[in-house]
């Protein structure tokens, strides 16, 4: 069976967009930076009674993260957690509102506080910027600010 068969969403680098059902040319929401921008668009599809297809014999192949230079390894992995926990409030505020963001991602961010204080009491530098980003990102969500982190790729 290789016929086309429908689903509530479908991750970002498996897409082919109809242009057409999207009013002025408004894919994406600009404000994601990473994580989540294709769970939003493909629940603003659902929302418009439109479909959602995947298509079992289409091959695609996902590096993720592949074309980043492993020297810049460290800082991509801080760039992901400040992210993702962002967007995971980012979208569930735009999406369900500010006491399901809330919900979703308040034990994250305390548990991120508790490991940051024990990398930081173990010195384990790395893991402590890790926790720490995970607490800005979540903090930035909480208060408003856009996504605004970027990893560091000076030499």
């Known amino acids: ?3 086309p068969f429908k689903v509530e969403w479908i991750d970002g680098f498996a897409m082919l967009l109809n242009k057409k059902k999207f009013k002025n040319n408004i894919f ?14 493909c629940l603003r599809v659902n929302k418009k009674g439109e479909s959602i297809y995947v298509i079992p014999g289409a091959k695609i ?4 993260g592949k074309t980043v230079d492993t020297k810049y390894e ?3 992995e ?7 926990i962002w967007s995971k409030f980012y979208f569930n505020k735009k999406n369900f509102g500010f006491i399901k963001a809330l919900r979703e991602c308040l034990m994250t961010y305390l548990t991120s506080i ?3 204080i024990f990398y930081f009491i173990i010195r384990n530098n790395f ?3 890790i926790y720490f980003n995970r607490t800005s990102g979540f ?3 909480l208060t408003g600010k856009s996504s605004w982190y970027r990893p560091n790729l000076n030499d």
Do not use: C, P, Q, T
């Not at 192949?61 to 993720?64: A, E, L, S, T």
């Not at 801080?78 to 993702?84: F, G, I, M, Q, V």
């Open 1 to 3: 069976m290789n016929n």
């Open 139 to 141: 903090y930035n969500a």
């Open 114 to 116: 508790v490991k940051f």
């Open 78 to 84: 801080l760039s992901r957690n400040w992210h993702w």
């Open 74 to 76: 460290n800082e991509v």
């Open 127 to 129: 893991k402590k910027k």
């Open 28 to 41: 994406f929401d600009e404000n994601f930076f990473l994580y989540l921008e294709n769970s939003d668009i």
């Open 61 to 64: 192949k996902h590096r993720g």
